[in-house]
Protein backbone atom coordinates (compact mmCIF):
# COMPACT_ATOMS: atom_id res chain seq x y z
CA UNK A 1 0.00 0.00 0.00
CA UNK A 2 1.22 3.44 -0.73
CA UNK A 3 -0.08 7.20 0.76
CA UNK A 4 0.90 10.57 1.37
CA UNK A 5 0.96 12.08 4.28
CA UNK A 6 0.25 15.78 4.51
CA UNK A 7 1.00 18.12 7.19
CA UNK A 8 1.70 22.08 8.14
CA UNK A 9 -1.57 23.46 7.10
CA UNK A 10 -3.36 25.86 9.46
CA UNK A 11 -4.29 29.57 10.18
CA UNK A 12 -2.78 32.40 9.29
CA UNK A 13 -3.07 36.12 8.35
CA UNK A 14 -2.24 38.11 5.21
CA UNK A 15 1.23 38.36 5.35
CA UNK A 16 2.56 35.36 7.24
CA UNK A 17 4.24 32.04 6.09
CA UNK A 18 3.31 28.79 6.54
CA UNK A 19 5.50 25.49 5.43
CA UNK A 20 3.57 22.15 4.09
CA UNK A 21 4.71 18.80 4.03
CA UNK A 22 3.99 15.30 2.59
CA UNK A 23 5.58 12.15 2.81
CA UNK A 24 4.98 9.02 0.65
CA UNK A 25 5.21 5.69 2.31
CA UNK A 26 4.85 2.21 0.71
CA UNK A 27 5.98 0.03 -1.49
CA UNK A 28 7.31 2.66 -3.71
CA UNK A 29 10.10 1.98 -5.97
CA UNK A 30 10.61 5.33 -7.47
CA UNK A 31 8.68 8.45 -7.11
CA UNK A 32 8.69 10.71 -10.66
CA UNK A 33 6.52 14.10 -10.32
CA UNK A 34 5.50 15.33 -7.07
CA UNK A 35 2.99 18.59 -5.99
CA UNK A 36 0.91 20.33 -4.61
CA UNK A 37 -2.54 20.86 -5.81
CA UNK A 38 -5.39 23.49 -4.40
CA UNK A 39 -9.33 23.64 -3.75
CA UNK A 40 -11.03 26.63 -2.53
CA UNK A 41 -15.10 26.66 -1.86
CA UNK A 42 -16.78 26.78 -4.96
CA UNK A 43 -13.63 26.91 -7.39
CA UNK A 44 -11.67 23.55 -9.49
CA UNK A 45 -8.72 22.26 -7.69
CA UNK A 46 -6.04 24.02 -9.49
CA UNK A 47 -1.89 23.03 -9.54
CA UNK A 48 0.01 25.13 -7.65
CA UNK A 49 3.44 23.82 -7.79
CA UNK A 50 5.05 20.72 -9.24
CA UNK A 51 8.56 18.87 -9.26
CA UNK A 52 10.16 16.34 -11.20
CA UNK A 53 12.71 13.92 -9.55
CA UNK A 54 15.87 15.91 -11.52
CA UNK A 55 14.66 19.28 -9.10
CA UNK A 56 12.86 21.00 -12.47
CA UNK A 57 9.87 23.12 -10.79
CA UNK A 58 7.20 25.44 -12.30
CA UNK A 59 4.32 27.56 -10.45
CA UNK A 60 0.85 28.58 -11.20
CA UNK A 61 1.50 32.33 -12.09
CA UNK A 62 -0.87 33.31 -9.01
CA UNK A 63 2.54 31.92 -6.60
CA UNK A 64 5.39 32.84 -8.46
CA UNK A 65 7.75 34.36 -6.33
CA UNK A 66 5.77 33.88 -2.73
CA UNK A 67 5.98 30.02 -2.77
CA UNK A 68 8.59 27.24 -3.24
CA UNK A 69 8.63 23.18 -3.73
CA UNK A 70 11.28 21.84 -2.53
CA UNK A 71 11.75 17.63 -2.27
CA UNK A 72 13.85 15.53 -0.85
CA UNK A 73 14.10 12.58 -2.65
CA UNK A 74 16.12 10.55 0.51
CA UNK A 75 12.81 10.73 2.28
CA UNK A 76 10.12 10.82 -0.53
CA UNK A 77 9.22 14.41 1.14
CA UNK A 78 8.08 17.28 -0.66
CA UNK A 79 7.65 20.73 0.85
CA UNK A 80 5.83 23.78 -0.25
CA UNK A 81 6.80 27.12 1.78
CA UNK A 82 4.15 29.77 1.51
CA UNK A 83 5.02 33.47 2.01
CA UNK A 84 3.30 36.78 1.82
CA UNK A 85 0.30 34.72 1.88
CA UNK A 86 -3.12 36.25 1.04
CA UNK A 87 -6.72 35.79 1.43
CA UNK A 88 -7.00 34.30 -2.21
CA UNK A 89 -4.83 31.21 -1.01
CA UNK A 90 -7.23 29.70 1.24
CA UNK A 91 -7.94 25.87 0.17
CA UNK A 92 -7.63 22.76 0.97
CA UNK A 93 -3.81 21.54 0.02
CA UNK A 94 -3.45 18.14 -1.79
CA UNK A 95 -0.25 16.56 -2.51
CA UNK A 96 0.16 14.59 -5.35
CA UNK A 97 2.91 11.80 -6.61
CA UNK A 98 3.53 10.18 -9.34
CA UNK A 99 5.38 7.03 -8.91
CA UNK A 100 6.29 3.28 -9.58
CA UNK A 101 5.64 1.04 -6.90
CA UNK A 102 6.08 -2.76 -5.98
CA UNK A 103 2.97 -4.11 -4.31
CA UNK A 104 2.20 -5.89 -7.51
CA UNK A 105 4.87 -7.57 -9.77
CA UNK A 106 5.70 -5.86 -12.32
CA UNK A 107 5.86 -2.78 -10.59
CA UNK A 108 3.28 -0.50 -12.00
CA UNK A 109 3.15 3.43 -12.14
CA UNK A 110 0.13 4.80 -9.90
CA UNK A 111 -0.57 8.38 -9.00
CA UNK A 112 -1.69 9.42 -5.76
CA UNK A 113 -3.13 11.76 -3.68
CA UNK A 114 -3.62 12.94 -0.13
CA UNK A 115 -6.05 13.78 2.02
CA UNK A 116 -5.77 17.46 1.77
CA UNK A 117 -4.55 20.01 4.74
CA UNK A 118 -6.55 23.02 4.83
CA UNK A 119 -4.81 26.79 4.92
CA UNK A 120 -7.23 29.26 5.87
CA UNK A 121 -5.37 32.98 4.91
CA UNK A 122 -7.22 35.98 7.23
CA UNK A 123 -7.39 39.45 6.40
Known amino acids: QVQLVESGGGLVQAGGSLRLSCAAS????????MGWYRQAPGKQRELVAA???????NYADSVKGRFTISRDNAKNTVYLQMNSLKPEDTAVYYC?????????????????WGQGTLVTVSS
Open 96 to 112: NADLVHYTTFPPRNLEV
Open 26 to 33: GSILTINN
Open 51 to 57: TTSGGTT
